[in-house]
């Protein structure tokens, strides 16, 4: 393990989490929002591992001396950010003029409720990731402060 991983980990941790904050934020601004008859559809951000293979057992073992050969540990990266498959919300409103003839509308199926939990969730894993990388610029300094 280099000496900076800890930084690079908890760099690209602040990246993915501060993407999913963002597509969140997008959730809710649209929440009420259609394109000519054509409701928004939420999104979601999906994540992956950077450095397949590398689990706890892997870096455990590779830290006691054993056998198994330990990839350096990447953090997360932002895979994609995908629609998810949900189905539109029907609402009962005859007035507006995107109603269909028993008086419908198409509505986002958008949870303002689930998309807040959501963010207040995401903000604080951002939160920890803040902290573990002052955490580690704390350690690197001192380190250098005794081999002075």
Excluded: C, H, W
Excluded at 38 to 52: F, I
Excluded at 83 to 96: C, F, T
Excluded at 106 to 127: D, H
Aim: charged share 15%; hydrophobic share 30%; glycine share 8%.
């Amino acid at each position: 393990m280099s000496f900076f991983d800890a930084l690079n980990i908890s760099a690209t941790g602040l990246t993915a989490e501060r993407m999913q904050m963002d597509v969140t934020s997008e959730n809710l601004a649209n929440a009420n929002s259609t394109n000519d008859g054509n409701p928004y559809k939420p999104q979601a951000v999906e994540l992956e591992s950077v450095g397949s293979g590398n689990n706890f057992q892997t870096q455990l073992s590779s830290a006691m001396g054993g056998t198994e050969s330990a990839q350096a540990p990447g953090g997360v990266q932002v895979q994609g950010i995908v629609s998810e498959n949900v189905p539109d919300q029907l609402v009962y409103d005859p007035g507006n003029p995107q109603a269909n003839k028993q008086g419908y509308v198409k509505e986002p199926n958008v949870q303002p409720v689930t998309e807040m939990t959501n963010l207040i969730s995401e903000s604080n894993a951002y939160q920890a990731d803040v902290t573990a990388m002052s955490t580690s610029k704390q350690m690197y300094s001192e380190t250098l402060e005794l081999l002075k």
